[in-house]
DNA sequence: CCCAATAATGATAATCATTATCATATAAAC
DNA sequence: GTTTATATGATAATGATTATCATTATTGGG
């Protein structure tokens, strides 16, 4: 599996030595685009690659990914991080969270523009956002 | 200090005994009406009135107020619950968190509504939702 | 290529917030 | 007023995250 073209500039910006262990997480992160993982999930992932991997590499790994905005750190309400690899044309950073499958969908961004503007107006400078609806996802609310 | 009316309906229907330590802490709470507190914060306040409080007899009276919807519990980026008083009318789920003074704003309902319509038609039913705007507020903005 | 300097890693201890346990205290029921 | 149930406070246990530090890998200069 290879590291996207994108990633790869945003690492070499940042200085960022390319271990296997680094590779290894990036790898899961790449693969598992889309999803939220903990840091214990990437463990479990990238110790299929790299098995003596330790947790404290993960820890740092996903820290410093997330410094340099290759990945999205979060917080859902169960109370621990989550990381996701974070697409470099939008935040994307709204989400609908699923009550019975605890699927994860997105929303597009542009959907929050009206209401953004509307409290510029008011003279708030906008820096980022993060929004979260807990619903039944369409499959699971037709049963 | 007085416990409100609309709370004391509520404690009452759910058979809520009102002890002295739990009366401190709803009245920590409604003393600080819109603000985002911290167990340790609850704590530190409550010990004004009963000063052999708990910690844990704090994290048991925020978490039964949450589960009968006198407070409402959230997550902020910093990794810990905050509790509010949980206002009847509004979810008041919408807030403008100031990047450099760390106030915290509310954000009317209103302004989520044809976010949500557009969700609905796609057949999501929503439950609930969470919104976090990090900007500069109109104070800060200025300086 | 070899050695010194630097950075990264893994094991594990420390920390912080939260939850569980349990003996004691308080309140309710009879 | 004694028994029974419930609440409390101190503290131990837990789970996630961060810090520490000895060891290992990598790099650059000679």
Same mark, same amino acid.
């Given at each position: 599996?290879?590291?996207?073209?994108? /990633?790869?500039?945003?690492?070499?910006?940042?200085? %960022?030595?390319?271990?296997?262990?680094?590779?290894?997480?990036?790898?899961?992160?790449?693969?598992?685009?889309?999803? @939220?993982?903990?840091?214990?999930?990437?463990? $479990?992932?990238?110790?299929?690659?790299?098995? @003596?991997?330790? /947790?404290?590499?993960? $820890?740092?790994?996903?820290?410093?990914?997330?410094? /340099?905005?290759?990945? %999205?750190?979060?917080?859902?309400?169960?109370?621990? %991080?989550? %990381?996701?690899?974070?697409?470099?044309?939008? @935040?994307?950073?709204? @989400?609908?969270? !699923?009550?019975? !499958?605890?699927?994860?969908?997105?929303?597009?961004?542009?959907?929050?523009?009206?209401?953004?503007?509307?409290?510029?107006?008011?003279?708030?400078?906008?820096?980022?956002?993060?929004?979260?609806?807990?619903? $039944? !996802?369409?499959? !699971?609310?037709?049963?």
């Amino acid at each position: 599996m290879m590291l996207e073209q994108g /990633i790869k500039e945003r690492l070499e910006k940042a200085e %960022y030595k390319l271990t296997q262990q680094r590779k290894a997480v990036l790898e899961v992160m790449q693969n598992k685009r889309g999803e @939220h993982l903990t840091a214990e999930e990437v463990l $479990y992932e990238a110790r299929q690659k790299v098995p @003596h991997l330790g /947790i404290a590499t993960v $820890y740092r790994t996903l820290e410093r990914l997330a410094a /340099i905005e290759v990945l %999205y750190k979060t917080i859902f309400d169960e109370g621990k %991080y989550r %990381y996701e690899l974070s697409d470099q044309a939008e @935040h994307q950073h709204l @989400h609908i969270l !699923c009550i019975a !499958c605890s699927r994860i969908f997105e929303v597009e961004e542009g959907l929050l523009d009206s209401l953004e503007k509307h409290l510029e107006k008011d003279g708030f400078e906008i820096v980022n956002h993060q929004l979260k609806i807990y619903a $039944y !996802c369409p499959e !699971c609310s037709r049963k």
